[in-house]
């Protein structure tokens, strides 16, 4: 039976017999004697107790948790005690001898390397310098090969800086053995110590002869070191954002695709059971019978749906911030898509000839069954709204009168009244769902003596020519489209939701106002002064005489030709003003 006790070491805890501390003191006191009176004394120390923790913490385990006698003569034999460090050097060549035939005690033999960085020989941080000694090279050749990199797409600077961080620095004596590939004992870091006194005065020296050219070195240093710690600190709110953008993103991934989904499912039911209604206008029966109709809907739905779904996998993952994808359910999806591709393929080029018959059969049909309703008995009016995706043809002319060419089921769902001196034409009722419809536009000519005023929406077009007068305002959205010829005075314009005006003609006064991707195109229209807003990616192409003010924002561009002199033009974003 053995007294056991605890003791510390190197800030760990070892439970130990007794008589096995006494022989761990006894070389420990001898060790401090050995080096007390080197200016390092307390580091060495501290040095060889570290190594000596690490090597008894190899020897405890579940069944063995007490340090024996055995295990201090094991560690004290390989890291080497005082005297035979001095019996090492005294014989040093025939030791060196005997170890190379075979013979003697390798109590010093070579350990395993570690890579450390090398701030003793270090340029910027050690890398360069502690990579060649874990490999035994010149710390030249290294830092050549790091300069190489830089032909190579720079690639070796993202390199040396990720290792900046990986790498520890070698700051103890021991670590600096280790370094090397030398084995950590007591005669080894004595020789670093001894190594590092004869040096000191030397790097004095040198440190102050290349203090000047080391300060470019110490500033990236430094500079590198706080951008470390910014990264550090500013890493995990910065981490937090981009989850929530993701998140974000995902589920407006989601809802997008879910709706497109649903959609895409609706057509394909009302395509393949709602034939004879409103929801069809086109005979999908006729070239698509019996069972071809299904297996081509059904396959023209899954290579729509699966993407979608592809998309809502994309939007969870971003979502919970893990993927939601596994490799069953990927090449299911996938499988999927290519049958239907092919399958929707192959009877699309079977029945491609009998679907352009029919589409030229319908057109026949529409054009003999389009008919002219002329509406009489309107009042006086000066200006124009129209909605629904119409055409009108507006001329100038002494009488006022309106008529409309089109099929009978459109000139009976159109209405056409004068409000306050406003030709207003809409629909009955605006909303109206149809899949796989077949559309010819409605056409209406209008005839006035005045045109002030003209409103389009719902990817309406109109063609004005010939008109003049002291003002024209004219107001598009929703896609529409507004051809004027003419001479007025004054010219009012707000163009919005990729809306488009083409003017041609003379003015003396224009004021525009642009956003959503509006496009004037006012380069055969020349005013003498212009007034322009231009917003969210809108475009505007002017001839100006005089007089020019613009604030452009967004990504909207305004372009001017002639002798402008620019009174005010202010510009934000991407926004820009140029002369051609």
Known sequence: MHKAINITINNQIFYIEEDAYELLASYLESIKRHFAFYEDCDEIVEDIESRIAEKLSARVFAKKKVITGKDVLAVTKSMGTVSDFADFEEDAPQRERADSNGGGLRMFDSGSKKLYRDMDNAMIAGVAAGIAAYFGVDPIIIRLLFVLTLFAGGTGIIIYIILWFVMPEAKTDAQKVEMRGDRVTVRQIEKEVKERIEKIDTKKIERAAHEAAQMPAQFARRLAGFCREVFRHTAPAVLALLRVIFGIVG????????????????????????????????????????????????????????????????????????????????????????????????????????????????ELQYAESVQTKTFDNLEDFYGIKASNAYNLTITKADEFSASMTGIDKDLDKAKVFVNSGVLTIERKDSFEFCVFCSKTPVKIAISMPLLEEIELSGASKAIAEGFFGESFASYLSGASRLQLSGDFASVTLDISGASRAELEGTGDQMLA????????????????????????????????????????????????SGNALISDITTSGSGRVEKK
């Open 251 to 362: 589920i407006l991934l989601i809802v997008a695709a879910v709706v497109a989904l649903i959609a895409v499912g609706f057509s394909v039911v009302a395509a393949l059971f709602g034939i004879g209604t409103s929801f069809i206008n086109f005979p999908i029966g006729e070239v698509l019978p019996g069972s071809l109709r299904y297996a081509a809907f059904i396959s023209l739905f899954f290579i729509v749906a699966v993407p979608l779904i592809l998309l809502i996998m994309i939007g969870s993952s971003f979502v919970r911030a893990r993927s939601t994808f596994n490799l069953l359910t990927s090449v299911t999806l996938i499988s999927v898509w290519v049958i239907a591709l092919m399958v929707g393929g192959v009877i699309g080029l079977e029945r491609a000839p009998e679907i352009q018959d029919k589409i030229q059969e319908i």
């Open 513 to 560: 106002k642009l956003s959503g991707a509006g496009k004037l195109y006012g380069e055969a229209f020349s005013v003498r002064e212009a007034d322009i807003n231009a917003s969210g990616a809108s475009k505007a192409w002017l001839a100006v005489a005089e007089t020019l003010n613009v604030d452009a924002s967004g990504a909207s561009t305004v372009e001017y």
